[in-house]
């Protein structure tokens, strides 16, 4: 599947984005996805890990509070709503995507991958 993600920018500490990922199959509530960020000279880490459908998320510590996941199934998109930011949530933000539901929240359990969209977090 290709996706396309889309939504970052800059944003002042406290503030929010919303973050899309498009997928190019009308099958994608289907498929498991992640969302993964890396900043600046550190390896990528793992944000959210939804599963198909309605399965649930599971989120990284860092973001547990803050950040939330949702899926728009007419649209074959999925968010990540980015609440309370902080200067350490700057980064690149790619979506993944597999149908094999991962064994845990890794990036290398996802197949296909976005571009990744930078967000930053500055005042």
């Known amino acids: 599947v290709q996706l396309q993600a889309s939504g970052g920018g800059l944003v002042q500490p406290g503030g929010s984005l919303r973050l899309s990922c498009a997928a190019s199959?009308?099958?994608?509530?289907?498929?498991?996805v992640g969302w993964f960020r890396q900043a600046p000279g550190k390896q990528r880490e793992a944000v959210a890990c939804m599963s198909w459908g309605d399965g649930g998320t599971v989120y990284a510590d860092s973001v547990k509070g803050r950040f939330s996941t949702s899926r728009d199934n007419a649209k074959n998109t999925v968010f990540l709503q980015m609440n309370s930011l902080k200067p350490e949530d700057t980064a690149v933000y790619f979506c993944?995507?597999?149908?094999?539901?991962?064994?845990?929240?890794?990036?290398?359990?996802?197949?296909?991958w976005g571009q990744g969209t930078l967000v930053t977090v500055s005042s």
């Open positions: 199959v009308d099958t994608f509530n289907y498929y498991h």
């Open positions: 993944a995507a597999d149908v094999v539901t991962p064994r845990t929240c890794v990036d290398s359990e996802y197949n296909d």
